[in-house]
């Protein structure tokens, strides 16, 4: 459980388009990573490549490392299927399986690993859907379709199917933006509560939210229209909101951007 | 949105039926904006509006109509013989209605052989179709799933009269091989018992792979359709969770176009039960009974009124053939109600 990330030399491309030019970085684990930038600048892209669901789109492809505790999961031997059991992602938009309940939704992803006892099922359930902060809401209703909860909660249901089998870490792709400011704070709270036990990379729009719940950030940006995206910075999460190094980190933040 | 009184522009709108209440500032000035009633007349509609509600209730009261009138005009006909049938209509299994002083016709064998036919070609068609559409939608890379699809749709578009020659002619031959040794090994069970027939091939066995074959595109191109609309958000979820190729289908795809898969084959089915030519070239006429073997002769509603309406010279014996019409369109009829049950049952599509 929570292990490290680090990217090294990490170039991204769709077919022949450079997407992301040259990423190293390292994130520790039990700590929110957030990564912050205009759109197109790659955060998203950089965040899919790190549980190998970039190349499910045809002709993506990536080159460099990114090492999981020191093993590259990009290695000639390594299963993407398997990757992506161990590092688990929350999407933009709520996306709970429609045709499952609430519980099968939540212990989906225990059931692909082929692990099948009622009990056990039931008891992780609960103790992910406690661990999203959806228990108290839902624990009357499990057999019930997950497409009936608010979209707040319906996040809050994938959060709980993404740790229900303990990942080694935690991605989250915007998982607010389609949220109320209410639902947002809820997620907010739980995210600083999951990082104790989780390694934790989000992708936000929000710089308010980066600096609220992230221990560092990272920001990205296009060095121009049609060139390929590039970590600008990374550091502590206050350092990089009061005092960045790079004046284009500067820029973004206070809003002086373009 | 909710259907309110349309096009009125007033900012009020917005909020559709939700609020009752009028808002101060957003009514219109001189009269206070009336209560919705969803289709109610009473609110000013813009013509086009009307015109267009006009059309489209027209043509849907057009179909029904039309469905109402051909049942009509069948029972109308259908009536006279069976009043004047000597034999029981519905356990009878001889068909004879060319003598109108002597009517003689039973609906049993043709009904059997027509649903023998068709749920055979319906058991061969499904598996495949259901396979070709997950590989158009989910393995097979753009480039090949494109035209893979058009060959796949342009089988629809050969004739069946086309499908009746090569049936006889071509396939019967290939198949006979299979066809005996069916019967030696499992000619115990009644559907591979020695049929019928003596004319090699001319049976259900052959007509019902024929059929499989020309209600394949039907089941495909709707389930690929199907197929091809689940979600990325779905397919995505289960990826991230490490499904691999086989249970992303099982977990999004095949839930999400279960329904429509059972439609498709259902508008297959339908196709098959009123196939004619095909059939017609393919089945062996034979006097013999039915005994349920794939390898037996006989006809099928829509090939036995093909084959015989020709002849036809009064509107007794023409209204003999017309009753097992009717029977047919009944039995379409019972089967789209099976699908719709079946779609209703396996819960709606999200």
């Not at chain 1, 590092?87 to 059931?111: E, H, W, Y």
């Given at each position: 459980?929570?292990?490290?990330?680090?990217?090294?030399?990490?170039?991204?491309?769709?077919?022949?388009?450079?997407?992301?030019?040259?990423?190293?970085?390292?994130?520790?684990?039990?700590?929110?990573?957030?990564?912050?930038?205009?759109?197109?600048?790659?955060?998203?892209?950089?965040?899919?490549?790190?549980?190998?669901?970039?190349?499910?789109?045809?002709?993506?492809?990536?080159?460099?490392?990114?090492?999981?505790?020191?093993?590259?999961?990009?290695?000639?031997?390594?299963?993407?299927?398997?990757?992506?059991?161990?590092?688990?992602?929350v999407f933009q938009r709520p996306n709970p399986f429609p045709t499952m309940s609430i519980r099968d939704n939540v212990v989906a992803g225990?059931?692909?690993?082929?692990?099948?006892?009622?009990?056990?099922?039931?008891?992780?359930a609960?103790?992910a859907l406690?661990?999203a902060?959806l228990w108290?809401e839902v624990k009357d209703r499990l057999a019930k379709p997950g497409g009936g909860l608010s979209g707040g909660q319906q996040q809050r249901l994938c959060i709980a199917r993404a740790?229900a089998?303990?990942?080694?870490?935690?991605?989250?792709?915007?998982p607010?933006?389609a949220l109320d400011?209410?639902s947002?704070?809820?997620i907010?709270?739980?995210?600083?509560?999951?990082?104790?036990?989780?390694?934790?990379?989000?992708?936000?729009?929000?710089?308010?939210?980066?600096?609220?719940?992230?221990?560092?950030?990272?920001?990205?940006?296009?060095?121009?229209?049609?060139?390929?995206?590039?970590?600008?910075?990374?550091?502590?999460?206050?350092?990089?909101?009061?005092?960045?190094?790079?004046?284009?980190?500067?820029?973004?933040?206070?809003?002086?951007?373009? | 949105?909710?259907?309110?009184?349309?096009?009125?522009?007033?900012?009020?709108?917005?909020?559709?039926?939700?609020?009752?209440?009028?808002?101060?500032?957003?009514?219109?000035?001189?009269?206070?904006?009336?209560?919705?009633?969803?289709?109610?007349?009473?609110?000013?509609?813009?013509?086009?509006?009307?015109?267009?509600?006009?059309?489209?209730?027209?043509?849907?009261?057009?179909?029904?109509?039309?469905?109402?009138?051909?049942?009509?005009?069948?029972?109308?006909?259908?009536?006279?013989?069976?009043?004047?049938?000597?034999?029981?209509?519905?356990?009878?299994?001889?068909?004879?209605?060319?003598?109108?002083?002597?009517?003689?016709?039973?609906?049993?064998?043709?009904?059997?052989?027509?649903?023998?036919?068709?749920?055979?070609?319906?058991?061969?068609?499904?598996?495949?179709?259901?396979?070709?559409?997950?590989?158009?939608?989910?393995?097979?890379?753009?480039?090949?799933?494109?035209?893979?699809?058009?060959?796949?749709?342009?089988?629809?578009?050969?004739?069946?009269?086309?499908?009746?020659?090569?049936?006889?002619?071509?396939?019967?031959?290939?198949?006979?091989?299979?066809?005996?040794?069916?019967?030696?090994?499992?000619?115990?069970?009644?559907?591979?018992?020695?049929?019928?027939?003596?004319?090699?091939?001319?049976?259900?066995?052959?007509?019902?792979?024929?059929?499989?074959?020309?209600?394949?595109?039907?089941?495909?191109?709707?389930?690929?359709?199907v197929?091809?609309r689940t979600p990325r958000a779905h397919i995505e979820a289960a990826?991230a969770l490490?499904?691999?190729?086989?249970?992303v289908?099982?977990m999004t795809v095949w839930p999400f176009g279960r329904a429509g898969?059972?439609?498709?084959?259902?508008?297959?089915?339908?196709?098959?039960?009123?196939?004619?030519?095909?059939?017609?070239?393919?089945?062996?006429?034979?006097?013999?009974?039915?005994?349920?073997?794939?390898?037996?002769?006989?006809?099928?509603?829509?090939?036995?009124?093909?084959?015989?309406?020709?002849?036809?010279?009064?509107?007794?014996?023409?209204?003999?053939?017309?009753?097992?019409?009717?029977?047919?369109?009944?039995?379409?009829?019972?089967?789209?109600?099976?699908?719709?049950?079946?779609i209703a049952r396996s819960g709606a599509k999200a």
């Amino acid at each position: 459980m929570a292990k490290r990330l680090d990217l090294k030399d990490v170039d991204i491309y769709y077919g022949k388009f450079h997407a992301v030019d040259s990423v190293s970085l390292a994130v520790p684990p039990r700590s929110v990573t957030a990564f912050i930038g205009p759109s197109g600048c790659g955060k998203s892209t950089v965040l899919r490549t790190l549980n190998r669901m970039h190349e499910v789109i045809p002709g993506a492809r990536v080159d460099g490392e990114i090492l999981l505790d020191g093993e590259n999961i990009y290695g000639p031997s390594v299963d993407p299927v398997s990757v992506r059991r161990t590092i688990g992602m929350v999407f933009q938009r709520p996306n709970p399986f429609p045709t499952m309940s609430i519980r099968d939704n939540v212990v989906a992803g225990l059931k692909l690993q082929g692990r099948k006892g009622k009990k056990e099922l039931d008891e992780v359930a609960e103790r992910a859907l406690r661990g999203a902060n959806l228990w108290n809401e839902v624990k009357d209703r499990l057999a019930k379709p997950g497409g009936g909860l608010s979209g707040g909660q319906q996040q809050r249901l994938c959060i709980a199917r993404a740790i229900a089998v303990q990942p080694d870490v935690l991605l989250m792709d915007e998982p607010c933006s389609a949220l109320d400011p209410i639902s947002t704070l809820a997620i907010e709270d739980l995210i600083s509560e999951l990082k104790a036990d989780y390694t934790i990379v989000i992708v936000t729009h929000n710089m308010q939210q980066a600096a609220r719940v992230s221990d560092q950030t990272a920001f990205f940006n296009l060095r121009a229209t049609g060139e390929p995206g590039r970590l600008v910075e990374i550091d502590d999460t206050p350092k990089m909101f009061s005092n960045p190094t790079e004046q284009a980190t500067e820029d973004y933040i206070s809003g002086r951007f373009g | 949105m909710t259907d309110g009184p349309a096009g009125t522009g007033e900012p009020g709108d917005r909020w559709g039926g939700s609020v009752s209440a009028p808002v101060p500032e957003a009514g219109i000035p001189t009269e206070p904006r009336p209560p919705d009633e969803g289709t109610s007349g009473a609110t000013f509609v813009q013509r086009g509006d009307r015109i267009f509600r006009f059309l489209a209730t027209g043509s849907g009261a057009f179909v029904v109509a039309l469905i109402g009138a051909i049942g009509l005009f069948l029972l109308i006909q259908a009536v006279p013989p069976l009043l004047q049938n000597n034999a029981d209509f519905l356990t009878s299994r001889q068909f004879e209605a060319g003598d109108p002083n002597n009517l003689h016709f039973g609906i049993l064998d043709l009904l059997l052989v027509t649903v023998e036919v068709s749920l055979f070609a319906l058991v061969l068609a499904m598996p495949i179709g259901l396979g070709i559409a997950l590989f158009l939608t989910q393995y097979a890379p753009a480039r090949v799933a494109r035209p893979f699809g058009y060959l796949v749709d342009l089988l629809a578009a050969v004739p069946s009269i086309i499908f009746g020659l090569w049936g006889l002619f071509v396939l019967a031959p290939v198949i006979q091989p299979f066809a005996l040794w069916l019967q030696d090994n499992l000619g115990w069970f009644f559907l591979f018992s020695p049929g019928n027939v003596q004319i090699a091939g001319a049976t259900v066995f052959t007509a019902g792979i024929v059929l499989a074959v020309m209600i394949l595109p039907i089941i495909t191109a709707i389930s690929r359709e199907v197929f091809a609309r689940t979600p990325r958000a779905h397919i995505e979820a289960a990826l991230a969770l490490g499904a691999t190729k086989w249970e992303v289908v099982r977990m999004t795809v095949w839930p999400f176009g279960r329904a429509g898969y059972v439609s498709a084959s259902m508008l297959g089915l339908g196709r098959a039960l009123g196939e004619t030519i095909a059939l017609m070239i393919i089945l062996a006429a034979t006097p013999a009974i039915f005994t349920g073997s794939l390898f037996d002769g006989g006809a099928t509603f829509a090939s036995k009124i093909a084959l015989s309406f020709a002849e036809l010279n009064n509107n007794l014996s023409a209204g003999a053939f017309i009753a097992a019409g009717l029977v047919l369109f009944v039995l379409t009829f019972l089967v789209n109600a099976a699908a719709r049950w079946v779609i209703a049952r396996s819960g709606a599509k999200a």
